[in-house]
């Protein structure tokens, strides 16, 4: 589809349209090896090369960040009892369209992907999807066999009645591990005091494909072309990732 320059290097977060302006009457913006001075030019992202100042920038329709969060951040922005994610992104990963894929707790650490893209998040944290999320958690109370059985047999949570999940519990029975396959409100902290147990520390460590692996806490960082292609896999959509990233 045929788009305007400064719309589109917007939308690659390449500055706000006065700068692009600004870089377009200075000559320092090519498409397709022509320079383009006018900013309503329109042409084709996807099948075109854009380059800045010399530099090749590769055209991407949706952006997916994941982040390591900390405790004492919260995940919404309507949410005032804290300070916001938001101010955890880098300043080169900055954008106004960016979409948590459900919550994590204000206390709560760990994997939290951020997209652009609203047709995978819908996916990404709709039950009928079932993506796996794994989460570490210290308890008050040893976690025992009868636990396991509890969630595996798919538990009743007031009304609701969950997906089994799996209770993995450490030499120290006081930490585990637990995959959950939905999302529901304080979900991990409420299973356990259905069990009569408390969660004294709550880590995400998983959410489908995606690991934290090396990000430390309060770091950030785009998903990899693989990583992408994973997560949109997970919820049958194809992944529209540029030739240039594979
Ligand atoms: N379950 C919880 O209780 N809290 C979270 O933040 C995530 C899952």
Redesign the pocket.
């Known amino acids: 589809m045929r788009e305007r320059l400064d719309k589109v290097l917007a939308h690659l977060g390449l500055g706000s349209r006065k700068e692009i302006a600004r870089l377009a009457r200075a000559g320092m913006i090519a498409i397709d090896g022509q320079i383009i001075r006018d900013v309503s030019h329109k042409f084709d992202p996807s099948a075109s090369r854009i380059e800045i100042d010399g530099e090749h920038v590769i055209y991407q329709t949706y952006f997916h960040l994941l982040l390591n969060k900390p405790a004492g951040y919260v995940t919404s922005t309507k949410d005032h009892d804290g300070a916001p994610i938001t101010e955890l992104i880098p300043e080169e990963h900055y954008r106004d369209d960016w979409m948590p894929v459900g919550?994590?707790?204000k206390?709560?650490e760990g994997l939290l992907l951020l997209t652009t893209d609203g047709m995978l998040a819908h996916r990404l944290t709709h039950p009928r999807w079932k993506v796996a999320?794994r989460?570490y958690a210290e308890l008050e109370e040893p976690a025992s066999q009868e636990d396991i059985n509890a969630f595996a047999a798919g538990m009743e949570l007031q009304d609701e009645k969950l997906q089994p999940a799996e209770l993995e519990i450490c030499q120290d029975q006081r930490k585990v591990e637990l995959v959950?396959r939905e999302?529901r409100?304080?979900?991990?902290?409420?299973?356990f005091e259905a069990r009569g147990n408390r969660?004294l520390y709550?880590k995400?460590v998983k959410f489908g494909p995606l690991e934290l692996g090396s990000l430390g806490t309060g770091e950030a960082k785009e998903l990899s072309a693989a990583e992408a292609l994973a997560l949109y896999a997970e919820v049958g959509l194809k992944a529209d990732i540029p030739d240039e990233l594979n």
């Open positions: 919550r994590l707790d206390d709560t999320k989460y959950i999302g409100y304080h979900q991990v902290k409420r299973m969660v709550l995400r």
